[in-house]
């Protein structure tokens, strides 16, 4: 059982930034490619980010792109999401979420959340205009 914890949310003006972290505890967190979703009201739960188990390998969501960067530190089992330029459609609730894998690549498809085996909480982030 892997759990996750998130934090870094806040409220925040639009073009300002974040950073949000996702604390993993166990001891094979460089099993998992690690990935962000948000969800906002009303809506499903889009992915953002994915990063494979060393950190080799990332992909965004085009929305994000450019101005989110995802990253980890294995020595520390966290995973971050620095966001930049931020917009008030970026206002969701953000997941951490936690694929076990052997490969260390990335899989074709990394953006549905039913792939995904551990979540975390969630961490809310709000982008006053």
């Known amino acids: 059982q892997v759990q996750l914890v998130e934090s870094g949310g806040g409220l925040v003006q639009a073009g300002g930034s974040l950073r949000l972290s996702c604390a993993a505890s166990?001891?094979?967190?460089?099993?998992?490619?690690m990935a962000w979703f948000r969800q906002a009201p009303g809506k499903e739960r889009d992915f953002v980010a994915v990063?494979?188990?060393?950190?080799?390998?990332?992909r965004y969501a085009d929305s994000v792109k450019g101005r989110f960067t995802i990253s980890r530190d294995n020595a520390e089992n966290t995973l971050y999401l620095q966001m930049n330029s931020l917009k008030p459609e970026d206002t969701a609730v953000y997941f951490c979420?936690?694929?076990?894998?052997?490969?260390?690549?990335?899989?074709?498809?990394?953006?549905?959340?039913?792939?995904?085996?551990?979540w975390g909480q969630g961490t809310q982030v709000t982008v006053s205009s």
């Open positions: 990063v494979s188990r060393f950190g080799d390998s990332t």
């Open positions: 166990t001891r094979t967190f460089n099993y998992y490619n």
């Open positions: 979420a936690a694929d076990f894998t052997g490969s260390t690549s990335l899989p074709v498809r990394v953006a549905q959340p039913n792939d995904y085996q551990y």
